[in-house]
C-alpha cells in the first residue's frame, strides 16, 4: 500500500511557496523525499525516522507527525530549478522503498 | 558522493530477446535493489538482495526476472522473453546496512519493439 500524496500538480510562479503533503493509512518506518526530473533518476532530498521531526536545508524541509503517519514537503520562494515530480516513500524493512504516485511541480518564471 | 553506474544507459531490444541490465553499487553497500518505472508512472518495486540472495520480490518480478551478483562488485538484472510491456525505465538503488538512505543509479532506459 502506498502512500498518497496531495496535490497531484501544482504550479507555481518563482518565488513562491509550496506545500506536498503525504500520508499513509499506518505508521511508517520512515518517510524519504525524492524529486525527479523528466528522464532522469530521483534526486535523495531528506529521510525523516522520528515522529515530530523536521529537517531542512536551504529553502526545502520536511515535517513527520507525531504518529509517523503524515509528513510534509515545504518549499519556499520556489526557484525554476524546483520544478520536477516530487515523491513521498515509505522506507520498509530491508530498507525497500514505496512510492507514491508524485506530486507535479511546475515552476515558471 | 559515491555513485551507483548502471549499464547500459539505453537498450533497444525485439519482443521475445533476452537482455541484461547491469549495476555495480557502491561498493562497501550490502542491499540492492530493482525499481521499474514505466514511462509517466511512478516508481515500482521489484526486488531486493542481500547476501547473495532475494530477500523479497514484488509480483511484478515472476519467473521472467531473475537477479544475480556474479563477481561481488556487478548486480545484475535479465529479463528473458521481453515484451512489449517491459519497456521502461530500470533503476538499480543499493544501501548500507542500517542506513535506509537509498543510492540510485542513473536508470537503464528499455524500449522492446
Known amino acids: 500500500q502506498q502512500p498518497v500524496q496531495s496535490p497531484q500538480a501544482v504550479i507555481l510562479r518563482e518565488g513562491e511557496d509550496a506545500v506536498i503533503n503525504c500520508s499513509s493509512s499506518?505508521?511508517?518506518?520512515?518517510v524519504h523525499w525524492y524529486r525527479q526530473k523528466h528522464g532522469e533518476a530521483p534526486v535523495f532530498l531528506m529521510i525523516l525516522l522520528k515522529g515530530g521531526e523536521q529537517k531542512g536545508h536551504d529553502k526545502i524541509s520536511a515535517s513527520f507527525n507525531e504518529k509517523k503517519q503524515q509528513s510534509s514537503l515545504y518549499l519556499t520562494a520556489s526557484q525554476l530549478s524546483y520544478s520536477g515530480t516530487y515523491f513521498c516513500?515509505?522506507?520498509?524493512?530491508?530498507?525497500?522503498?514505496?512510492f507514491g504516485k508524485g506530486t507535479l511541480l511546475t515552476v515558471n518564471p | 558522493e559515491p555513485e551507483v553506474t548502471q549499464t547500459p544507459s539505453h537498450q533497444v531490444t525485439q519482443m521475445g530477446q533476452e537482455v541484461i541490465l547491469r549495476c555495480v553499487p557502491i561498493?562497501?553497500?550490502?542491499?540492492f535493489y530493482w525499481y521499474r518505472q514505466i514511462l509517466g508512472q511512478k516508481v515500482e518495486f521489484l526486488v531486493s538482495?542481500?547476501?547473495?540472495?532475494?530477500?523479497?520480490k514484488s509480483e511484478i518480478f515472476d519467473d521472467q526476472f531473475s537477479v544475480e551478483r556474479p563477481d561481488g562488485s556487478n548486480f545484475t538484472l535479465k529479463i528473458r522473453s521481453t515484451k512489449l510491456e517491459d519497456s521502461a525505465m530500470y533503476f538499480c538503488a543499493s544501501n548500507l546496512d542500517r542506513e535506509p538512505r537509498a543510492f540510485f543509479g542513473q536508470g537503464t532506459r528499455l524500449t522492446v519493439v
Open positions: 538482495f542481500y547476501n547473495n540472495e532475494i530477500s523479497e
Open positions: 561498493s562497501n553497500h550490502l542491499y
Open positions: 499506518k505508521a511508517l518506518y520512515s
Open positions: 516513500i515509505e522506507g520498509g524493512s530491508n530498507y525497500k522503498l514505496t
